[in-house]
T-cell receptor, first 117, second 113 residues
């Protein structure tokens, strides 16, 4: 149980285009979802925290107009990288925290590798 | 400021050997500590989770210990296998608030045949 999926797993896009990444909790309801970015050989960096039905809370230094987060339901959150540039190329990982017995642990998705040309 | 420090930064061992990874933290008040394994290009997978009252927890060949007084944890890997090659991340969560944890930088483990 407690599976989180991400789609797509890998995306290559041209500079200036927008890319949407989906994060789904497959078998539990996620009241809170987190979006992370990870550069090669570095730790995960929290970008934003989203609660279902409310606006996301962004970490300092993360542009909310560039990284649009929508958490419209208890099983789906999306991250849209708008007007992507090569420096946005990274590994994006989402995680979900459930309700009840699942609140103590974050369950991570498999990640999405974004390459901006 | 909440911090999680892991050591060593990287480790190379031979297949079949044991190893121990360390995690020191300053997160307070403490809620739980988790060890994750992250294979290259994959999302982290939870190995163990420990709360304040737990001193040790095992998951197969992985055994985690926690000393809440000294704010230290270790992850011991027994009889290492090639598939153990990965990054091991220590994550500490505080009580209250919105579950936002503090991540260590990870220990990169390479197991050679």
């Amino acid at each position: 149980g407690a599976v989180v999926s991400q789609h797509p797993s890998r995306v290559i896009c041209k500079s200036g285009t927008s890319v949407k990444i989906e994060c789904r909790s497959l078998d539990f309801q996620a009241t809170t979802m987190f979006w992370y970015r990870q550069f090669p050989k570095q730790s995960l960096m929290l970008m934003a925290t989203s609660n279902e039905g409310s606006k996301a809370t962004y970490e300092q230094g993360v542009e909310k107009d560039k990284f649009l987060i929508n958490h419209a339901s208890l099983t789906l959150s999306t991250l849209t990288v708008t007007s992507a540039h090569p420096e946005d190329s990274s590994f994006y990982i989402c995680s979900a925290a459930g309700t009840g017995a699942l609140t103590d642990t974050q369950y991570f998705g498999p990640g999405t590798r974004l390459t901006v040309l | 400021k909440n911090q999680v420090e892991q050591s060593p930064q990287s480790l190379i061992i031979l297949e079949g050997k044991n190893c121990t990874l360390q995690c020191n933290y300053t997160v307070s008040p403490f809620s739980n500590l988790r060890w994750y394994k992250q294979d290259t290009g994959r999302g982290p997978v939870s190995l163990t989770i420990m709360t304040f009252s737990e001193n040790t927890k095992s998951n197969g060949r992985y055994t985690a210990t926690l000393d809440a007084d000294t704010k230290q944890s270790s992850l011991h890997i027994t009889a290492s296998q090639l598939s153990d090659s990965a990054s091991y991340i220590c994550v500490v969560s505080g009580r209250g608030g919105s579950y936002i944890p503090t991540f260590g930088r990870g220990t990169s483990l390479i197991v050679h045949p």
